[in-house]
């Protein structure tokens, strides 16, 4: 039996293409297979910088024994959980409701009309703290399809059928007020670990759409512990191994409540985010802190993950080679102190251990320190670090690195294209607005068609096959429209707006305002999948609100405002109940409750200084979810520059919120004034 992988785009895919297993992708075809053969379809998802993905794939996708009990038994079907996101979705909820918690890989046996009847996550190949073994598994699932069919088909229809009643009914379409973002605030409040920043226990997570909405409060409100909660959250990150002191850039997530040892894989949409978050700090603050971590962040990105083609790879790997011809989970981030002896020397070695918090014992495994940046009493020579650091990197870089999973994710290069943009104007570094413009133009180059429906992923310059779902077209659009504000351009607005027009009619329930994660011609599964609360990113259908609300607001776009209000009602109920798992939604309720405001910035031109002055002012205001167009006198090249004339021959600012303007203005302090608190 062939493996039908080495056809596959995604590097997930291609990881597996050369297993023994006869492999076939998610295709109609695996499913008549094993309909003609009788029997079950072993789903197996993950990704390919999953850890855990590996390891089951060396215990037993690359076992000879295991792949021929595969082979003869099932149809085996392998799925990249970031290219088909609505397959995950669809069966991680299932199960998640059986077993009560889920994971990668995520093991699913189903009948051949596509229906879960058992479920797992990762399995061994012998039987280990209370797992049955692989084989077990096989075994189990195989006779009871022939001995208990009858029983398996009730199992499986069941679970479809409770998948099916699972519809979200929020019974609201109002937007939530100035109470219920109160009360998310107090929830929040009580979750909070004050000792070591951000929420809840171990593992820890980069809560990024929870820091915006509590930015987006202190702006709004002025509330100090909102802007205190997310300060000592960002700075807890920013010293914690779960940053790379060296490089820039965060990892996952903590195992730790601490945030010293990581898990060291790298995702695009997570340092997206968080260049984002470091950058709207800075800009409430001023915090030197935030500032570097934002710029090492952008720079990360733009040096590690940037395709030949423009855009943005979707991750690092966690596990790298240690040197020895072994994959070990941290391999090319960690030291020890001979490790630093033999860069550094005796004495900058002893210097970048109390630096680094590098001690004998080691803080993650063998004896190896995760880099971290302590609070120290002294004070360092910060060339003399600066020249640590350098030394530390360069001798980094000769190991061998981690795989990088190349695939672009149409919904992350959006957030990859929003943060580098808001980073590069803010710090005046046009080559970082130069890059968020390379990944926006692939996007329109590649995923887009000629009727502006977006293709999921691309790799080597070739879209993939997969349609792109809710979050795909509601975050390149935000990348759209912050690229807009930024540049002045309008082609930028308007292939947002094209976006938004196919979120309006394929992917809203006209009658409750609900958003669906799928587009309503898409593949259909056993279920649609809806899902309105953050993950590790926005959930597409908050991300959705908050695009709706911006083009809204750049445009007047009466329909998208009124789509956008009634999307947040899913926030109003469970923003005061879940706040941790819908920071995003949060963050667009509190946009819309401060209108949002709308710039117009008007000069002789753009790079007039007067006009630059003003543009660079209306960036950094802190009122959330401002827009902001600037453009030359008389320019039609964005709505909000209609009928805008200077005032006095000087360039000139106008503020408008909820139908209401400001008078102009040429100073740049009153500009400043109107737009923080």
């Known amino acids: 039996m062939p493996n039908r992988l080495a056809r596959a785009t995604s590097p997930y895919l291609l990881q ?15 499913f008549e297979e094993a309909r003609r053969r009788d029997v079950p379809v072993f789903l197996s998802v993950g990704y390919s910088s999953c850890h855990w993905c590996h390891v089951m794939a060396s215990e037993s996708f690359e076992d000879p024994v295991t792949a021929d009990y595969l082979n003869a038994h099932f149809v085996s079907v392998k799925v990249d959980r970031e290219e088909r996101p609505d397959v995950d979705a669809v069966y991680m909820e299932a199960v998640q409701a059986a077993t009560g918690q889920g994971g990668w890989p995520m093991t699913v046996f189903l009948t051949p009309d596509a229906e879960p009847f058992y479920f797992g996550t990762y399995f061994p190949p012998a039987p280990r703290h209370g797992m049955p073994s692989f084989r077990q598994v096989l075994e189990g699932v195989r006779s009871a399809w022939s001995d208990k069919r009858d029983e398996v088909a009730e199992v499986a229809g069941k679970i479809v059928r409770d998948l099916a009643g699972r519809e979200i009914s929020y019974g609201d379409t109002q937007a939530p007020g100035e109470e219920e973002l109160a009360k998310a605030l107090l929830g929040l409040t009580r979750e909070y670990d004050p000792q070591r920043g951000a929420f809840g226990g171990a593992p820890k997570f980069p809560p990024s759409m929870v820091l915006e909405f509590l930015l987006r409060h202190h702006a709004r409100t002025g509330s100090e512990g909102a802007l205190q909660m997310a300060q000592d959250t960002c700075e807890r990150m920013a010293r914690g191994g779960i940053y790379d002191q060296l490089g820039g850039g965060f990892a996952r997530y ?10 060291f894989e790298k995702m695009l949409y997570d340092n997206s985010l968080l260049c984002r978050v470091y950058a709207h700090l800075w800009r409430s603050t001023g915090s030197e802190l935030a500032r570097r971590v934002a710029l090492e962040t952008a720079d990360f990105m733009v040096r590690e993950l940037r395709t030949p083609e423009g855009g943005f790879a979707s991750a690092l790997d966690a596990d790298s080679d240690d040197g020895s011809g072994k994959h070990v989970e941290g391999a090319y981030y960690v030291w020890t102190p001979e490790q630093l002896t033999e860069v550094l020397g005796a004495q900058d070695a002893e210097l970048a251990a109390q630096y680094f918090g590098v001690t004998e014992e080691g803080t993650f495994e063998e004896g190896a320190s995760v880099l ?63 890059a968020a413009v390379g990944a926006a133009d692939l996007l329109v180059r590649l995923h887009l068609d000629e009727q502006a429906r977006l293709s999921r992923t691309s790799k080597d310059g070739h879209a993939g096959a997969n349609a792109g779902v809710l979050e795909d077209y509601a975050d390149v659009a935000e990348g759209f ?52 609360t953050d993950n590790a990113a926005p959930s597409g259908w908050t991300a959705a609100a908050g695009a709706l609300l911006g083009y809204a607001a750049q445009t007047g776009a009466e329909p998208h405002r009124t789509a956008a209000g009634k999307a947040l009602g899913v926030v109003k109920a469970l923003g005061p109940r879940v706040p941790r798992f819908i920071g995003w939604g949060l963050a667009v309720a509190e946009a ?3 209108g949002p405001r709308e710039v117009a910035v008007v000069g002789p031109g753009l790079d007039d200084p007067g006009t630059k002055a003003l543009h660079r002012t209306a960036l950094l205001g802190t009122a959330p979810g401002a827009v902001v167009a600037v453009g030359v006198t008389g320019s039609d090249e964005l709505p909000l520059l209609a009928d805008r004339p200077l005032v006095g021959g000087e360039p000139t600012a106008y503020v408008c919120r909820n139908f209401t303007c400001d008078a102009p203005t040429t100073d740049p302090d009153r500009l400043r004034a109107a737009l923080n608190g």
């Open 16 to 30: 597996h293409a050369d297993n023994p297993v006869a492999w076939w992708s998610w295709e109609p075809a695996a």
């Open 254 to 263: 903590s195992v730790d409540r601490e945030w010293v040892i990581p898990h």
């Open 372 to 434: 971290q940046l302590p609070q120290h009493e002294g004070v360092f020579d910060a060339g003399h670090i600066e020249s640590v650091k350098g030394r530390l990197l360069a001798a980094r870089a000769q190991r061998p690195a981690p795989g990088r999973d190349d695939k672009v994710v149409a919904a992350w290069n959006g957030l990859a294209v929003a943060a580098l943009a808001e980073t590069g104007a803010y710090f005046d570094r046009p080559d970082l607005v130069d």
């Open 481 to 532: 429209l912050a690229l807009a504000s930024v540049t002045g351009e309008g082609v930028w607005l308007e292939f947002a707006g094209f976006l938004l027009d196919h979120v309006l009619a394929r992917f809203v329930d006209e009658e409750s305002g609900a958003l669906f994660d799928t587009a309503s011609d898409a593949e259909r599964l056993i279920r649609r999948p809806q899902d309105p």
């Open 592 to 594: 819309l409750l401060d």
